[in-house]
């Protein structure tokens, strides 16, 4: 896991392969089946806000919480660029509660993966004290099964993955998918969607 000036450091110099500037298609898709009630929903890890931009255009009350304080600039730019409202913080998801919890719906792109076992089950645990009863939770999760060269997202196992969330959330599904990303050939990701227990 890297520290704050290493994002820091590759947002200001705009090295961040898993930023493309538009909203993650699997989240677009879950909304739209309506696997969501409630609409307070937090985004760990937000990077520069694409997410909860759309997710505010759509009815959201949107907060996104990122502890590179570069990257939450970028989204409260972005925000008003935009003409939405959005409660950006910086905050470090392992350590601080977020203002305005609880929360019906987290999301996650390519945070929790970050993680060691012990870290992933403490995001897992914080996930769950965030969210409201029987809230839900979406991660996009580097995947294991991949063999690529040089870099990309961190990677994890289907079973890290579940070793970490079940104790805290009952999993709806985990299927194999893909990152939207720069690269040419998008990184495989684990799509897991989750209920608290």
Known sequence: M????????????????????????????????????????????????QNCIWLAKNGFEVTGVD????????????????????????????????KGYPFDFLYDHGCFHSFDSKEMALFAENAAFHLSKQGKWLSIIGNCDEKREGNGPPRQSAKAVITAVEPFFEILFIASGFFESKHKIPPRAWICFMQKR
């Open 2 to 49: 890297h520290d704050k000036e290493y994002f820091d450091k590759r947002y200001r110099s705009n090295d961040i392969p898993w930023d493309n500037d538009r909203p993650d298609s699997n989240l677009i898709n879950l909304i739209a089946k309506k696997r969501i009630k409630g609409n307070k929903v937090l985004d760990v890890g937000c990077g520069k806000g």
């Open 67 to 98: 502890f590179s304080k570069t990257a939450i600039s970028f989204a409260k730019e972005n925000a008003i660029k935009s003409k939405v409202h959005i409660n950006f913080l910086e905050n470090d998801f392992l350590k601080e509660e977020v």
